[in-house]
Every structure is written in C-alpha cells, then in structure tokens.
C-alpha cells in the first residue's frame, strides 16, 4: 500500500539569512543575496561577484572544535537538518530510529578544503596534510554527519547530481516513506564551493554572469539581457514524514509532497536540448505519479538559472507540458534572488515550494526588466504574489542532463 508523504519541518542556511523565518522574508520581499566576492581575491578573475552567506555563526550549531574539522558545506547542511528537525518536533529513539533516514544531495563536495590543502601539501608537503582532510571533502559526510546527530539508523545516502542533487535527494526520501522503507527521512542539499577553483572552473566554461559593476541586478532569470548564472552557498533540508505517523503525533504540516519524476537528456554534458525535452519529461512523470492534471497546477519554483539557454528550454518544457494552462501558471526563479546554490539549489527551493503552498505567496522574480520573447510565461515579476496555490512543481537540472521535478500540494485530510 502506497503511503502519504508530508513536509513536518524545514531549515535553510541561505545569503538571505541563516533561518528559515530570515530567509522567506527576504526572499518575499524581493531581496538579493548577491555581492563582491570576500572569501578570497578576485583581482586576476573575470568573474568578482557571488552569493555568499554573510550570518552563518556555526558555534549555534556544534561546538568550535566541531567546526574546525567540517568544510563548509557539511557545517552547512548539518545546521539546516538541525533546525528542519527542531521544526519538526520529531523525536528518534532507539524504538523508530531504524525507521529514520537521511538522503542528502551535494554538487561537488568539500573543494575549499581541497584546494587548500592542494596548496599545503605542494608549499609544505604531504606531512603537513591534516588526517581529516578525507573526511572533510567528501560529498557524503553531511549525512553522516546527520544521521549520528540525531541518531538516525535508516537509509543514509548522498546524491551527487550536479544542479539537480537537492531535488534528487527530496524526491528519494518521498519514495522510502511513500513505500514504507521509512517513517521519517531528513533530505535536502548543501554545497560551498566559492573559491577559486569554483569560481574560476565555471568562469572558464562560461557559465556565470559578469555584471560585476551591479551584483545585485546580475541574476536575471528570463531577462533578454541574462548573462549567466551567479554562484551561491547554503542549505535547505527538510524533514518528510508518512502522513498518518504525522498526524498521529500532532504535527505541523506544510505541504504534502505528491509527485517525483526524474529523467535524463542523454544529449550534451552541460546543456539541455533545444525543447527542454528532458525537463518536459521529468515534469511530467511527477505529474503522473501525483495522479494530478496540469490544470490542478497553479506554481513552478523554476530551475530558472539566468542562462541564456536553461531559461528558454524551460520554458518551452513548462509550455509542452501545461500546454493553454501555462499562461495561467505563475513561475518564479528564487535564483533571481539568492543565485545558484548548485548541489544545494534543489533542497532550498523544496522548501521554497513547501512554504509557498503553505503560506499561498508566489515568490517574485526580480531584475526581470525586458523579458526575453522566448521567454512569455507569467514570471511573477519583481514582487511577490498572494495568491491561492493548490500544487505546485520544483525544478532541478544539472550538467549530465539529469532532470528531478518534485510536486506538492496542500494537505487534506
């Protein structure tokens, strides 16, 4: 019997705050999260601008000797997982915790730590290299890492899916629940990769918007003069949770997630095909699986990462999908606001849908002064929308042509 999958809890460790509450209300407000970049010198790159997260203080979380021995990223995801299971009031004892899972998604692991070390081991040499360099670095350690926080014995899995890794790692955790391996799973993303490898890796293919004179105007998503997408940090973690077990315990709900649908492109290493058609086809396996019609759609959080390519293949696989219902969708890019979280996007912008069908607000695009005319769907411009919001659709896309949509939907008993 196919079971019930609900949001009980969500965390965010976001450039617009540390915090969920910090952060929805930024993103609400229309707030950019994008600045010149502090974390190292730009003078020698093409590319000066980023999203970082400027209030992170880990000490909140774990103690400072803790920190010292996590990269950025696992400090990252372990404190979103925190507060999402603090939200959630959930308690794991040793009579469910075999019953509780984490499955976390991250893009490219610890690279700071790599490239640091990179470093020491040539000025120094590989004596100097610290033991818990490994564990550091690798993509898996922040569920690790979380699942020994809360003690959690159940699956306990990391996905590496590029852009699409945060959506990849929710849509896994609803089908252990929705098929009664779990009770309980804490998922999401986390990535922190702004430094100079990072930043200059992705300069050198292109990717990334230039406008360092304006930082704040340079994510634009379906804008005629997009230029690329800005880097970004963070986490988003939630905690999903069978329905029944959920109400039975008292809990808050958010939303209920209801659809998963996963594809690949099997076309180009870091573009999508002209029709979006893999993207289409991801939306419309989500679709199928919430046994729902385009028409009991009213929101996209849109992959929408301010590239000139992403933003028009998107939006023809929302038209091929929805077909005359597209017009009346509204569809954001959170992107516009807090940049591209990469492995972590999907497992922010989850919780974005979540709290967007909670608190019925569409989310708006910002700097979406001159759309471009492939791109003439209903972007929520410039300011945030109430409005009613029955389901709504997250998208993920990542290099390697993976695709992951997630729907969700209000909660009836």
């Known amino acids: 019997m196919k079971r019930r999958v609900v949001v009980t809890g969500v965390g965010l460790v976001t450039p617009l705050g540390t915090g969920v509450k910090k952060s929805w209300q930024n993103i609400c407000a229309g707030v950019s999260g994008i600045d010149l970049i502090t974390r190292f010198d730009t003078s020698d790159y093409a590319v000066k601008i980023a999203a970082e997260v400027r209030d992170f203080q880990p000490d909140d979380f774990f103690e400072k000797k803790v920190a010292k021995h996590l990269d950025l990223f696992v400090q990252y995801g372990l404190a979103a997982a925190h507060m999402a299971v603090q939200d959630s009031g959930f308690e794991v004892t040793e009579q469910n915790c075999e019953r509780v899972g984490v499955i976390t998604g991250c893009g490219m692991g610890g690279l700071p730590t790599i490239e640091k070390y990179h470093g020491v081991s040539l000025e120094r040499g590989p004596k100097k290299i610290t033991p818990f ?24 899995l990391t996905l590496t899916t590029a852009c699409a890794a945060g959506t ?7 089908r252990h629940i ?8 804490v998922s999401g993303g986390t990535e922190a990769v702004i430094c100079g490898l990072g930043v200059g890796g992705f ?16 994510s634009r998503p379906f804008d005629k003069d997009r230029d690329g997408f800005v880097m970004s940090e963070g986490a988003g973690m939630l905690v999903l949770e069978d329905y029944d077990h959920a109400v039975a315990r008292g809990a ?28 289409m ?4 396996m989500a679709l199928a699986d919430a046994g729902m019609a385009p028409e009991e759609f009213d929101y996209i959080n849109a992959h929408g990462t301010s590239t000139p390519l992403n933003d028009k293949c998107e939006t023809q ?23 591209h979280m990469l492995g972590a996007a999907g497992g922010i912008e989850a919780v ?22 492939e791109c003439d769907l209903d972007y929520v411009p410039k300011v945030a929308r109430e409005m009613e919001i029955r389901a709504a659709i997250s998208n993920s896309f990542g290099f390697g042509g993976t695709n992951a949509s997630v729907a969700m939907k209000r909660c009836n008993p």
């Open 352 to 373: 974005f849908t979540a709290l967007a069908v909670h608190d019925q607000i569409a989310p708006p695009t910002i700097n979406l002064e001159n759309p471009s005319p």
């Open 168 to 174: 990849h790692s929710v849509g896994e955790a609803y």
């Open 133 to 156: 360099f490994i564990p550091m670095v690798i993509p898996n350690m922040p569920s690790g890492h979380i699942s020994m926080a809360i003690k959690s014995k159940g699956p306990n």
């Open 252 to 279: 808050k709900i958010y939303a209920e997630v209801c659809g998963y649908g996963l594809t690949s492109d099997a076309y180009h290493i870091a573009a999508p095909p002209e029709d979006g058609e893999g993207g």
């Open 281 to 284: 086809r991801a939306m419309k």
């Open 178 to 185: 929705k098929y009664g391996l779990c009770d309980m799973v």
């Open 203 to 218: 300069s050198a293919m292109k990717a990334l918007s230039a406008r360092n004179d304006d930082p704040q105007q340079a």
């Open 317 to 339: 696989a929302i038209k091929a999908v929805f077909q005359e219902h597209a017009k009346k969708l509204a569809i954001s890019s959170t992107k516009s606001m807090t940049g």
